[in-house]
């Protein structure tokens, strides 16, 4: 798809670091230096919603930069290449997102494109600010302490753009392109309905879970000595979901 070059990656764990250098030269990565948050991270749990607010923070100093970006989570499947689109879109809008099933309206967190706009800046700096206070609340607090899922970056995002916080305008992407985990219990012939251009695998949680059925799909590249199974890229992205 020709974006690695284009790729900043960060992490926590300098071994990540390590294996995308030496397998992905091309990508660039970046290491915070929160050894705490190291491993597998809950959802609405204190150690997860700490690197929301970190994510945030950086996503606000990046967009202040003038950086143009497109926000993505590493749970998400490119069936193809969705940049050029979004591009297309983001011409007259300043942000572009997607949608969550059974709540259209709802904005994801996971995938979100974001020029460098007054209007963006601006909705920026105030969800920067709503996530610094949560993260003051919550510090100290033991990672593993469930935090209410109305308290998370998503949340307040969608309480800003609804607003039209700095005068926002944004666009939703098709949600049978740009889909969410709620693909995968779809029946077949409603699965074949879609022309997929991504699918984020949530709707579970957990690693382990989000694994285990990326696998049982064929949406999982790494074979058990850690390299990656081109004929099964090859499958995906250029024959179709269905082959």
Known sequence: ?????????????????????????????????????????TYSKV????????????LNSLLQNDIELLLFEVDCLWVSNPIDECKKIALKND?????????????????????????????????NSKV????KEIKGKNNNKHVSK?????VYLNELINKRFGGIK???LPFDRYIDGK??????????KKHVVIIHNNWVVGNAKKLKRAKKFGHWFIDDSMKCKMDQVDRVVNRGLYV
């Open 183 to 192: 693909w995968y219990e779809m029946k077949l012939e409603n699965r074949q």
């Open 1 to 41: 798809m020709g974006i690695h070059e284009q790729i900043l990656f960060i992490t926590t764990d300098a071994i990540s670091k390590q294996q995308f250098e030496k397998d992905w030269p091309n990508v660039k990565v970046v290491v915070l230096p929160i050894t705490s948050l190291n491993g597998n991270q």
């Open 170 to 172: 944004y666009e939703v």
């Open 132 to 135: 610094r206070r949560l993260g």
């Open 150 to 154: 109305r308290k998370n970056d998503q």
């Open 95 to 127: 942000m572009i997102v997607t949608s969550i099933a059974g709540r259209k309206n709802t904005a994801a967190g996971g995938f979100i494109y974001m020029k460098p706009t007054k209007a963006v800046k601006t909705l920026l700096q105030e969800l």
């Open 47 to 58: 150690g997860y919603v700490k690197l929301m607010v970190k994510r945030t923070e950086i």
